[in-house]
């Protein structure tokens, strides 16, 4: 049985993608903790990031930078907040969070939430940008 992630890579489950590559694939978190709030996974369905090999693992962080370089541009924020939980979907990604404060991390308040219209802004934006890197 596919990840929910694996869904949204071959386009069974929508998503508001951001970028994708042959290995990789961006998306706006659908509960965000701020608004940006973008998700980076390996197409490969590996549950624990700290299983992939090490490749896949360096790649995945360097595609996430790039992502977060492109969050940056589109989001004010302070700092792009980096953090993997990983406890509710059991495909291995990265939370890459536009942050002012460190409560901007805090999974456990209340999340946000946005117009389809908006998310789909925000992640064409973001997308244009990660396009321009
Ligand atoms: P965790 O596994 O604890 O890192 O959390 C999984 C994250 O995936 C949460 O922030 C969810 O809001 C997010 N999420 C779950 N389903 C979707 C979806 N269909 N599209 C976008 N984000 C999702």
Redesign the pocket.
Known sequence: MST?FTK?VAGE?P?YKIAETEDFYA?????PLAKGHT?VIPKKEIDYILDAEDKLYADLWKFAKKVGLAVEKVIPCKRIGITV?????PHA?I?IIPINTIYDMDFSKKKLSFEAEEFEEIASRISIEFNSL
């Open positions: 929910i949204i489950i998503s998306f706006l978190d659908i509960n998700l939980i990983g406890l509710e979907v990604h939370h």
